[in-house]
């Protein structure tokens, strides 16, 4: 059973760079056909995608956060991870990853992980 | 704003049926496949509906989704208390090239 679980630093100063990792469990990250994923949910808010990365290291990024935003993948270490550079109290969020589909749809999800912008 | 248009909130009593509808337009829901997500408080969102009308394993067939033109709706019978929660949708939207959600549904089971 595929499983995924985010970590990383749970508060961050503004203007410095957010760094989160998930570990990818259960599976292989080198599938066809499947992206690995960052959304966010900021408190009370809907979700936003973030990013997705391709096992062979492709990447695409959500045009509103491309200038801030880096993915990148480690298969040997079943991991993928997010930085976010010059963050503001707007980047505190829930951040999930997730894998998903050719199709757009995600699944499974990780648990998610609170960062709090604040100095 | 949300680039696709959920109803805040809808509420239905235990037992029976209720649909969320998400509205966007030809260059996502129109041609591309929706997907649908269950948040309860708390816990990550879950897959309800892939591919317009798709459940994954385990999704009781209490769910079901549909997709006309560039609107796409969630069903749901047989309301239970658990049932409530928050619903999202989800495409693909090819002129913003991005993966973008409703403004979330909140499920009231009265």
């Known amino acids: 059973q595929l499983q995924l679980q985010e970590s990383g630093s749970g508060v961050v100063k503004p203007s410095e760079t957010l760094s989160l990792t998930c570990t990818v469990s259960g599976g292989s990250m080198n599938i066809s056909f499947y992206y690995w994923s960052w959304i966010r949910q900021p408190p009370g808010k809907g979700l936003e995608w973030i990013a997705n990365?391709?096992?062979?290291?492709?990447?695409h990024y959500n045009p509103s956060l491309k200038s801030r935003v880096s993915i990148s993948v480690d298969t040997s270490k079943s991991q993928f991870s997010l930085r976010l550079s010059s963050v503001t109290a707007a980047d505190t969020a829930v951040y999930y990853c997730?894998?998903?589909?050719?199709?757009?749809?995600?699944?499974?999800w990780g648990q998610g992980t609170l960062v709090t912008v604040s100095s | 704003q949300s680039v696709l248009t959920q109803p805040p909130s809808v509420s239905a009593a235990p037992g029976q049926k209720v649909t969320i509808s998400c509205s966007g337009t030809?260059?996502?829901?129109?041609?591309?496949?929706v997907s649908w997500y269950q948040q309860v408080p708390g816990p990550a969102p879950k897959l309800l509906i892939y591919?317009?009308?798709k459940r994954p394993s385990g999704i009781p067939d209490r769910f079901s989704g549909s997709k006309s033109g560039t609107s796409a709706t969630l069903g749901i019978t047989g309301l239970q208390t658990g049932d409530e929660a928050d619903y999202y949708c989800g495409t693909w939207d090819s002129s913003l090239s991005a993966v973008v959600f409703g403004g979330g549904t909140r499920l009231t089971v009265l």
């Open positions: 997730a894998r998903r589909s050719y199709t757009a749809s995600f699944f499974p």
């Open positions: 591919e317009n009308n």
């Open positions: 990365i391709y096992y062979t290291g492709s990447t």
């Open positions: 030809t260059s996502n829901i129109g041609n591309n496949y």
